[in-house]
C-alpha cells in the first residue's frame, strides 16, 4: 500500500479532528430550555479537550484513513486512457432508417491533481460540421467503489454525471447516468462505453436507453493512439 505524504496525512487527521469536535459542541449548543436566561449549574464531567478528541485515531483508524486515500489500482485501469487520440466515429442522424455520419473526434487526457484523476478535452464533429467540444472528469471512488466521470459540454450549461463499472474480461470501461430530454423534460439513460484494444487503440460507443426499454445506438467507432506512446 503507498504511505502518504505528510501533506495528505495532515488533511486526513484534520478532516478527522473536526468531525469530533463538532460532535462534542453539539451536545452543548442544545442543552437547556428554549429562553433559558439562567446559567445551567456545573457538573463533574471532565471537560472535552484536545487530547481526548484525539484518543479514538489509533493506528488502525490512521490505517484505513491510508488505505482510503492511496492511490488505487483502478487509477492504474484509469490510466490506459491517459493520452492523444483521434478517431473518425460514425454517428447516427435522424430518419428511418437513420443515416450514418463521419465524424471526425479528438481526446487529450491527462493527469491531474496528484494523478487521482483523469482530465480529458474532447472534440467532436457531427457530420464533418460543427465543433462540440468537451471537457470530461474521470476518477475512482474507493469508498463506493466505483469510478465516475462527468461530463462539460461548451453552450450547455448542464452537467453530465454516470457512474462506471470495469470489466476486466472484456476490459471495458462502461459509464451509465441519468440525461433529460431538454424539450419534455422526461429523463433517460446515457450509456458511455470504453473497450481497450491492446495499448493503442479504443472501441467507443454512445448509447441511449428510454424507459419503454427501446435503445439508440447514437455514435460508435475506434480511437487510436496518436502518439503511439502511454501515459501513466
Known amino acids: 500500500m503507498k504511505t502518504l505524504s505528510p501533506r495528505h496525512a495532515a ?49 488502525a483508524d490512521s490505517a484505513r484513513i491510508q488505505a482510503l486515500l492511496a492511490r488505487q489500482p483502478e487509477h492504474d485501469i484509469l490510466g490506459q486512457l491517459a493520452g492523444s487520440w483521434e478517431a473518425t466515429l460514425m454517428a ?35 457530420g464533418g460540421q460543427t465543433t462540440i467540444r468537451s471537457r470530461c472528469i474521470y476518477g475512482y471512488n474507493p469508498l463506493k467503489k466505483h469510478f465516475y466521470r462527468t461530463v462539460f459540454q461548451g453552450g450547455d450549461p448542464r452537467e453530465y454525471i454516470s457512474i462506471g463499472a470495469w470489466n476486466a474480461a472484456t476490459r471495458t470501461l462502461t459509464f451509465t447516468g441519468p440525461e433529460n430530454n431538454a424539450i419534455t423534460g422526461d429523463e433517460f439513460q446515457r450509456r458511455d462505453t470504453f473497450r481497450l484494444i491492446g495499448d493503442d487503440q479504443v472501441a467507443y460507443e454512445l448509447a441511449f436507453l428510454f424507459q419503454n426499454g427501446s435503445e439508440i445506438q447514437a455514435v460508435q467507432g475506434t480511437y487510436r493512439r496518436k502518439d503511439g506512446k502511454i501515459t501513466q
Open 92 to 126: 447516427k442522424a435522424r430518419g428511418n432508417p437513420p443515416r450514418e455520419m463521419p465524424s471526425p473526434a479528438t481526446l487529450e487526457i491527462r493527469w491531474i491533481l496528484d494523478r487521482y484523476f483523469l482530465e480529458s478535452d474532447e472534440t467532436f464533429q457531427p
Open 11 to 59: 488533511v486526513a487527521l484534520a478532516a478527522l479532528c473536526l468531525s469530533g469536535l463538532v460532535s462534542g459542541l453539539v451536545p452543548g449548543l442544545i442543552t437547556g430550555p428554549a429562553g433559558a436566561q439562567t446559567t445551567a449549574p456545573q457538573t463533574t464531567a471532565p471537560q472535552t479537550t484536545a487530547k481526548t478528541v484525539e484518543q479514538p485515531h489509533n493506528t
